[in-house]
């Protein structure tokens, strides 16, 4: 089931739609640098893909800079609305932030920011360029793929029960079929005045007012003040050294650094030593997952709401106090429940033949986000902002203007200072457990991209508000290692070969002699395009 892997001499882009990779090849073509390219493609997700993504959503860009060799980051998470806190929803009667409909829409998208100030900063082609594949997919229409149709399926109760939705998606009175065209008429709109007005449109002009006024009417809590206040912030990355390479994630609010420190873990052992499907491997990263995100859902939130001990948890000596933990013989499952986490996000990375490298991903939360459309907008909501708690204990309580825990994570790992791969996925508590897997198959066990991303892969913790504690592994490999893995403790699930709930990852691997690979993952619909 492995796609076939280009290989190239100048540029690469993949995604995890085919007609997306297409849009951030032409714009390559036509002259356009990465950044442009990862704009046009970001905007095509969110018409071909609109189950994963949107204008309603979230983007964060991890950017290495050819000409100054400078690595930046943008995030581009929304804040929760200014008139807002925990006891809001106390009052209201409830003990949790509803998951879908307009009162779990309470954070500002931050998506169309991300793009405006990517490209101002970096982009070379108009603005409008950029957008005009997105506005033309979503006018003419584009076929509904085969993951979309998965999606439709699975949340026919919340397309079929929102006006909105159900006329987008069901125009006929059924849900749309793989194959058939999907029609965004009002989405199209949308992209159209943003395409004119730019960013400001979208937080202080007309949509502004379209999008908070209907939010209001249905009872939502996002106003005109809370959209006009958005911004994005360049932040710094976050790295950590692994095999003599140096691996980049986002800073908090993100939770990239979980992963860094499962790597900081993972450097006391030769890993190549162990068999990549044996029952020592699924249980050694089960272990270092659970270290990791004992101190994230300890400490993850906006860190402008509280101190977040980076310095100490990305250390090499906490790496080895981590290490030390999970060591026994023979092996023991040790207890941790993970927080429940959406998954719905689309990951995608372009580089050029100038050494620019954008590896970017954005998100609505769940698949089809708040699935909340508001009024003729065409956009889908996300529901990030149902993700705050509301315990007064808890890093991530609701507050009124904060940016909450955030699963998105793009990543970067570079050699010497210049690009090598650029690496991501869908999934929420699968992110950083998928980067996991890609990256030390690629740097652990020497396959090549595709290969790393075609390997059988686990996701510890619970996902999409289900219960228990689970690890969730694809069956490519004897029954032998899951009965073994359930006698040294581990609550093992075992799913399909190429199971949908593994997530969608893409990445590009930048040989030492110039040479360029880029893969799509299979479980998906991507595909990877370069020259």
Known sequence: MLNHMPVSREVMVTSPHYLASAVGSSILQKGGNAYDAAIAVSAALGVVYPHMTGLGGDAFFLIHDGASGEITAYNGSGRSAAGIHADTFKAMGMNVIPQRGVLSAITVPGMVDAWWEVWSRYGKLPWEQLLEPAARYAEQGCPVSRNLRLWLERD???IMGHTPLRAVFAPFGTLLQEGELLVQTELAASIRL?????????????LADRLTSAIREDGGMLAPQDFAAHKGEWVKPVSTGYRGYEVHQMPPNSQGFSMLMMLNMLE????SSVARTSPEFYHLMAEVVKKAFRDRDRYLTDPDFREIPLNHLLSKTYGDELWNEIQSAPPVAQPFLSKTIGQDTAYAAVVDQDGNAVSFIQSLYFD?????VPGDSGVIMQNRGSFFSLDPMDANVLEPNKRSFHTLMPGLVTRNGKPY?????????????????VLTGVLDYGLNIQEAIGLPRWVYGRTWGEEGDTMRVENRYHDDVCEMLAQWGH??????????????SQGIVIREDGMISGAADPRGDGMAIGW
């Open 194 to 206: 943003i395409q004119v007005g730019g960013r400001d449109t979208f937080y202080t002009g007309e």
């Open 268 to 271: 006391h052992i030769d890993l």
């Open 368 to 372: 089809f986000g708040a699935a909340y």
């Open 156 to 158: 026919e109760d919340f």
């Open 491 to 504: 609550n093992v699930e075992v799913r399909a070969p190429w199971d949908d709930i593994m997530g969608q």
């Open 421 to 437: 791969m650029l690496v991501g996925t869908q999934g929420g508590e699968g992110q950083p457990q998928t980067q996991l897997s």
